[in-house]
């Protein structure tokens, strides 16, 4: 399970390579800033990263396949959220370039 509250360590994990990075508006002219990690163990398992670029520091929002598969997780926040398609569809594209 993706843990809310905790801040996500993957950019400074050997274990994760990072592939890029997109932003979304999230109102009042505030960006989110996304980030698609690939583990260096297993090229289909993925990492989603949010970061509001506050104090509050980066927060896994996903672990998804590319392909898709059976190992994906969203963080509780995300599962409903009305921007997932589009941001997941934009993690895959990074996933899969």
């Known amino acids: ?7 996500d360590t993957t950019a400074d994990s050997p274990d994760w390579v990072r592939l890029d990075e997109f932003y ?6 505030d960006r ?6 690939r583990s260096t163990t297993d090229p289909e398992l993925h990492r989603l990263v949010s970061d509001e670029m506050t104090s509050a520091g ?6 998804f396949t590319e392909p898709p598969g059976d190992r994906e997780e969203w963080h509780p926040a995300w599962r409903t959220d009305q921007m997932r398609p589009t941001v ?10």
């Open 1 to 7: 399970m993706i843990e809310p509250r905790q801040r």
């Open 24 to 29: 979304i508006g999230i109102g009042g002219g």
């Open 32 to 37: 989110l800033r996304l980030t698609v990690f």
């Open 58 to 63: 980066p927060r896994l929002i996903a672990v």
């Open 88 to 97: 997941e569809r934009q993690a895959r594209a990074l996933a899969c370039a």
